[in-house]
């Protein structure tokens, strides 16, 4: 049973940074590729970033792409989601995730011609952590 607790949300001012933190147990952090996700009132779940296990690929959502930064400590078992100039429209409620796979697997939007980190296919989830952008 993959398990994630997640932490470092909270009040911040727009343009502010925040470092959101992904504690694993169960398995390694290097076992699974793990997602960030977020979701904010009344709005769908959206995958903003994922790291690959073992060969360090990213993907990010365009809404974060130059923002945010996600990064794993393997000797702390925690994955980190570095989040810069900070918007209000990134309240939401933060979530860690994985399909037990190894790499990210996208999905295609083909109507937005983009690629996209599908949030119905994660099998563990965390609890989540609140982050509120707001002066």
């Known amino acids: 049973q993959v398990q994630f607790v997640e932490s470092g949300g909270g009040l911040v001012q727009p343009g502010g940074s925040l470092r959101l933190s992904c504690t694993v147990s169960?398995?390694?952090?290097?076992?699974?590729?793990i997602g960030w996700f977020r979701q904010a009132p009344g709005k769908e779940r959206e995958g903003v970033s994922c790291?690959?296990?073992?060969?360090?690929?990213?993907f990010y959502a365009s809404s974060v792409q130059g923002r945010f930064t996600i990064s794993k400590d393997n000797a702390k078992n925690t994955v980190y989601l570095q989040m810069n100039s900070l918007k209000p429209e990134d309240t939401a409620v933060y979530y860690c995730?994985?399909?037990?796979?190894?790499?990210?697997?996208?999905?295609?939007?083909?109507?937005?011609?983009?690629?996209?980190?599908?949030?119905?296919?994660?099998?563990?989830w965390g609890k989540g952590t609140l982050v509120t952008v707001s002066s």
């Open positions: 790291l690959s296990a073992h060969d360090g690929r990213t």
């Open positions: 995730a994985t399909d037990r796979r190894p790499m990210c697997i996208l999905n295609y939007d083909r109507p937005r011609g983009s690629y996209y980190y599908p949030y119905d296919r994660m099998i563990d």
């Open positions: 169960g398995v390694t952090s290097d076992s699974y590729a």
